[in-house]
Antibody, heavy 118, light 109 residues
Framework: QVQLVQSGAEVKKPGASVKLSCKAS????????MHWVRQAPGQGLEWMGLLRPSGDSTKYAQKFQGRVTMTRDTSTSTFYMELSSLRSDDTAVYYC???????????WGQGTLLIVSS | QTVVTQEPSLTVSPGGTVTLTCASS?????????GNWFQQKPGQAPRPVIY???NKHSWTPARFSGSLLGGKAVLTLSGVQPEDESDFYC?????????FGGGTRLTVL
């Protein structure tokens, strides 16, 4: 069965970087986009960007351009989202979720809590 | 920058019908916006309930339906159950990028 299992909670200091992971299983990675979304405490969902099925092309929300990098390690079926120059307002739960072209979103990870605090 | 707008909150009685809407600052929402609706309960990951405007997942309750009406994406819940109380988010691809709406908190009272 399809599973997206995300890495554990992280605590980082302002200015640092973090690399979150999302391990996929049960499907062919090259058939789906992988999206990353975040949710700050008590706030709504925010789309951050996607990695195309080819694994070598991305699209990022303008807000995160220059600060986010989304990659994939095919050998371990693991997706990564790296966010740099962390600020306190990056504190949020980060989710990965897959989409088949045409807006077919289905499976999502359980989320990873990132706390940015000095 | 595209803005997607939803009602902040709605209240419905058990057994009633409620309509949630989703508008885009780019103009009328069309099928090409590939509208998705997500349901989220406290402490849980969002769960998609409608994809590509009108389509249900295998886990989507039959009382949920998606459509387009008046230039907006619409999620209709008919015969609302107490367990439907949650936050609902729409997600659109209208402006060449994916954007979430601010969410609608649905209260069943």
């Amino acid at each position: 069965q399809v599973q997206l299992v995300q890495s554990g909670a992280e605590v980082k200091k302002p200015g640092a970087s973090v690399k979150l992971s999302c391990k996929a299983s049960g499907y062919t990675l090259t058939d789906y986009y992988m999206h990353w979304v975040r949710q700050a405490p008590g706030q709504g969902l925010e789309w951050m960007g996607l990695l195309r099925p080819s694994g070598d092309s991305t699209k990022y929300a303008q807000k995160f351009q220059g600060r986010v990098t989304m990659t994939r390690d095919t050998s371990t079926s693991t997706f990564y989202m790296e966010l740099s120059s962390l600020r306190s307002d990056d504190t949020a739960v980060y989710y990965c979720g897959r989409e088949k072209y045409g807006g077919y979103y289905d499976y999502w990870g359980q989320g990873t809590l990132l706390i940015v605090s000095s | 920058q595209t803005v997607v707008t939803q009602e902040p909150s709605l209240t419905v009685s058990p057994g009633g019908t409620v309509t949630l809407t989703c508008a885009s600052s780019t103009g009328a929402v069309t099928s090409g916006c590939f509208g998705n609706w997500f349901q989220q309960k406290p402490g849980q990951a969002p769960r998609p309930v409608i994809y590509s405007t009108t389509n249900k997942h295998s886990w989507t309750p039959a009382r949920f339906s998606g459509s387009l009406l008046g230039g907006k994406a619409v999620l209709t819940l008919s015969g609302v159950q107490p367990e439907d109380e949650s936050d609902f988010y729409c997600l659109l691809f209208c402006g060449g990028t994916w954007v979430f709406g601010g969410g609608t908190r649905l209260t069943v009272l």
